[in-house]
């Protein structure tokens, strides 16, 4: 790891909904998270966890406060320059997998590559789906496959384009537990390989014990981290 934190969160506040039902949800979060790191962010439903998530990964803005991440303020950027920043630089794995069901498991995994302008990107989507153990399940259609062989395409999607970042909201959340086992095994291993940072949304303390660090969350706050490791300075 290098002193040059991958993800940089600094006072970000962020309020969803309108008129009267408008909730603060955070509330002037900070935390950095090194390269290579695997943190995992708990917290009961509501405390803002996946808030934050969406936040890093440019899919929310905040109504204050700075995001950094692989180096690049997320500050100003439009649209289109979110989805193409995200496109190279980060991989997301949603619980519900997000597959498209009218493209094979190869095809699904060659969308990110191919928005990316890659050369060969089938070929490219090709080993990827061998890195997760599913080339003989290339052909086959999301519903084709079972939930687990689901969530493994979603990660050979997600790692497709090589990103510094990874992203996985609650990834075995539709899954049963020794299919969970299974693929929480596949992205730890895939991430170590990569050299990638992984920042993991879970409810399963288990999994988040398999992490180099776990946030908690409480109310929009952080409000521990184990290890309590003083360069990664959270606000109150």
Avoid at 148 to 161: N, Y
């Amino acid at each position: 790891m290098t002193n040059s934190p991958a993800v940089e969160i600094e006072d970000v506040h962020i309020s969803l909904g309108a008129g009267e039902a408008r909730v603060h949800i955070l509330k002037g979060v900070s935390l950095k998270v090194q390269k290579g790191e695997a943190v995992g962010i708990v917290g009961a439903s509501g405390s803002g966890k996946s808030t934050l998530l969406m936040l890093l990964a440019g899919l929310e803005r905040p109504d204050a406060g700075n995001i950094r991440v692989d180096g690049t303020s997320l500050e100003g950027m439009s649209e289109d320059q979110l989805a193409r920043f995200r496109g190279a630089r980060i991989g997301i794995v949603f619980q519900s997998f997000h597959l498209i069901p009218t493209m094979t498991a190869l095809e699904n995994v060659a969308i990110p590559l191919e928005l990316s302008g890659t050369r060969d990107a089938s070929v490219k989507a090709l080993k990827e789906l061998d890195a997760v153990g599913l080339r003989a399940r290339a052909g086959h259609y999301p519903a084709q496959l079972s939930g687990g062989e689901q969530q493994r395409v979603a990660i050979a999607r997600a790692l497709a384009t090589d990103p510094a970042i990874i992203v996985a909201d609650e990834p075995t959340g539709n899954l049963d537990e020794i299919s969970g086992q299974s693929i929480i095994s596949l992205l730890f291993n895939l991430q170590e390989k990569r050299g990638a940072t992984l920042i993991l949304v879970t409810h399963d303390m288990s999994l988040a014990a398999r992490c180099d660090r776990t946030v908690r969350m409480r109310s929009g706050l952080v409000e521990r981290e184990t290890p309590d490791i003083p360069e990664h300075a959270v606000s109150q």
